[in-house]
Nanobody, 126 residues
Framework: QVRLLESGGGLVQAGGSLRLSCAASGRTSSSVTMGWFRQAPGKEREFVAAINWRGSNTYYADSVKGRFTISRAYAGNTVYLQLNSLKSEDTAVYHC???????????????????WGQGTQVTVSS
């Protein structure tokens, strides 16, 4: 069992920045793909970004490309999501997810992820 705990959400003005963290514990391994998804009220969960197990490949949704950056620190199995130039439409609960399969190219499909965190709220005021 892998447990994921997100932190770093909050209220920020449009144009501002936040840094989200996801700490993995339990039966963890550095050989996992990590991803971030988000869900706004009344909307389906959508892919945001993912990083492969070696940190050599990243993948972003078009809506966040150039504004968000995903990275990972192998010590402690932590993944980060830097959110810059935030817009009101970025308001959502952001969830961290872990895919047990060591993919070279991370997936954007939720069904490929085996573990999920509870999420952290990001609210962007305009």
């Amino acid at each position: 069992q892998v447990r994921l705990l997100e932190s770093g959400g909050g209220l920020v003005q449009a144009g501002g920045s936040l840094r989200l963290s996801c700490a993995a514990s339990g039966r963890t391994s550095s050989s996992v793909t990590m991803g971030w998804f988000r869900q706004a009220p009344g909307k389906e969960r959508e892919f945001v970004a993912a990083i492969n197990w070696r940190g050599s490949n990243t993948y972003y949704a078009d809506s966040v490309k150039g504004r968000f950056t995903i990275s990972r620190a192998y010590a402690g199995n932590t993944v980060y999501l830097q959110l810059n130039s935030l817009k009101s439409e970025d308001t959502a609960v952001y969830h961290c997810a872990a895919d047990n399969f060591a993919r070279d190219y991370p997936s954007d499909h939720p069904s490929h992820y085996d573990y999920w965190g509870q999420g952290t709220q990001v609210t962007v005021s305009s």
